[in-house]
Nanobody, 117 residues
Framework: QVQLVESGGGLVQPGGSLRLSCATS????????MSWYRQAPGKERELVAS????????NYPSSVKGRFTISRDTAKNTVYLQMTSLKPEDTAVYYC??????????WGQGTQVTVSS
């Protein structure tokens, strides 16, 4: 059974950093395309980072490029999102997602990130 469990969210001041973790089980995360999305109140869910299953090619939208970094540790069955220089507009619920080789997408339950002074 595929499971994704996010952690590491919280309250941080503008300019601060957070590292989100996504504990994966039921599959080998190196075989899946992993990504992080976020959803702010009243807005659509948006992609903030992705990593391909082959060669770990990463991709970021311009809103977070240079500030967010996605990585994976297959031995620890964990995918990370390192976030730096956080801004109030980064406030959202952050979700981990995995796309299996056969195309099925799975989601975690989300973790809240609040950037405020």
């Amino acid at each position: 059974q595929v499971q994704l469990v996010e952690s590491g969210g919280g309250l941080v001041q503008p300019g601060g950093s957070l590292r989100l973790s996504c504990a994966t089980s039921g599959f080998t995360n190196s075989n899946a395309a992993m990504s992080w999305y976020r959803q702010a109140p009243g807005k659509e869910r948006e992609l903030v980072a992705s990593m391909s299953s082959t060669f770990d090619v990463t991709n970021y939208p311009s809103s977070v490029k240079g500030r967010f970094t996605i990585s994976r540790d297959t031995a620890k069955n964990t995918v990370y999102l390192q976030m730096t220089s956080l801004k109030p507009e980064d406030t959202a619920v952050y979700y981990c997602s995995a796309v299996m080789p056969w195309g099925t997408r799975h989601w975690g339950q989300g973790t809240q990130v609040t950037v405020s002074s």
